[in-house]
C-alpha cells in the first residue's frame, strides 16, 4: 500500500501488512499532502492508525459506527475522527485509572461508547 486516503478505506490486507511505524507515515503523509492543520500530526496519524486497524479487523461496534456516521452525512475521514476522539477518551481513561487488569471490562466500555456515538454527540463533543 502507497497511499492513504482516509476518503476510502484501505484495502484490510495490505494495511494489516504494514507496520505500526508505516500506517502512520502513510497517515501523517496523507495530512501533510492535503494541508491539513494539526497540532500534533503523529498523535492524530496514531488514532486514524487505531480506528482503520479496527474497521481492517472487522471490529463490528466501530463497523456499525462507521455505516452509521456515514448515514448521517459525515464523511468517511471525519467519521474516522469521529471514531478516533472516543478512542483518545478511551486511552485517557486507562491511563488515569488505576485498572487491575480489566481489560475485557474496558474494552466493553470503549464499545458502548463506540455504539453511542452520534455526529451530534461527537460535534458536542459529549462522549
Ligand atoms: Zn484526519
Redesign the pocket.
Known amino acids: 500500500m502507497e497511499e492513504y486516503n ?1 476518503g476510502c478505506a484501505p484495502e484490510p490486507e495490505s494495511w494489516l501488512e504494514l507496520d505500526e511505524q508505516e500506517r502512520i507515515a502513510v ?1 501523517e503523509t ?2 501533510r499532502g492535503a494541508r ?1 492543520k ?1 497540532p500534533n500530526v503523529t498523535a ?2 496514531a ?2 492508525v487505531i480506528v482503520e486497524n479496527q474497521i481492517a479487523l472487522n471490529v463490528e461496534p466501530v463497523v456499525r459506527a462507521m455505516h452509521r456516521l456515514g448515514k448521517e452525512g459525515l464523511t468517511r ?2 467519521a ?2 469521529a471514531i ?1 476522539s472516543v478512542v483518545a477518551e478511551h486511552l485517557f481513561d486507562i491511563l488515569k485509572t488505576d485498572q487491575n487488569g480489566d481489560a475485557a471490562t474496558s474494552q466493553a466500555r470503549y464499545y458502548a461508547a463506540v455504539e453511542r456515538l452520534t455526529v451530534a454527540s461527537w460535534r458536542n463533543g459529549e462522549h
Do not use: S
Request: net charge negative; glycine share 6%; charged share 5%.
Open positions: 482516509p497517515v496523507y495530512h491539513i494539526l492524530h496519524a488514532l486514524h475521514h471525519d474516522v475522527h478516533g
